[in-house]
């Protein structure tokens, strides 16, 4: 069983920067396709942030609302996501969840627990 673990969350007041982690274990992670970053805020549905895959250099895709100001990575050698997340803004605050896809057959998707991230104005 794969197990996402997310860790950097926390308080920080507009304008500042926080970044987030996943670390991947378990499982088939030598399998993995693609990770990326959701959020949730309170009474709106999950949304993609940002993602990339595990091929190559790595191809991103952000939410048009975080372009310019969040950068999503990788490091393979770790199994590890990050998300930098710079000039954030009140309407950042949510739980961040970690997604893992991996190539399996049928494909296979985890997902972490979640970290709070919280923005004050």
């Known amino acids: 069983q794969v197990q996402l673990v997310e860790s950097g969350g926390g308080l920080v007041q507009a304008g500042g920067s926080l970044r987030l982690s996943c670390a991947a274990s378990?499982?088939?992670?030598?399998?993995?396709?693609?990770m990326a970053w959701y959020r949730q805020a309170p009474g709106k549905q999950r949304e993609l942030v940002a993602s990339?895959?595990?091929?190559?250099?790595?191809?991103?895709n952000y939410a048009n609302t975080v372009k310019g100001r969040f950068t999503i990575s990788r490091d393979n050698a770790k199994n590890t996501v990050y998300l930098q997340m710079s000039s954030l803004k009140p309407e950042d605050t949510a739980v961040y969840y970690c997604?893992?896809?991996?190539?399996?057959?049928?494909?296979?998707?985890?997902w972490g627990q979640g970290t709070q991230v919280t923005v004050s104005s």
């Open positions: 997604l893992s896809i991996h190539g399996d057959s049928p494909p296979m998707a985890y």
């Open positions: 990339i895959t595990s091929v190559g250099s790595g191809s991103t």
């Open positions: 378990g499982g088939t992670i030598h399998n993995i396709k693609t």
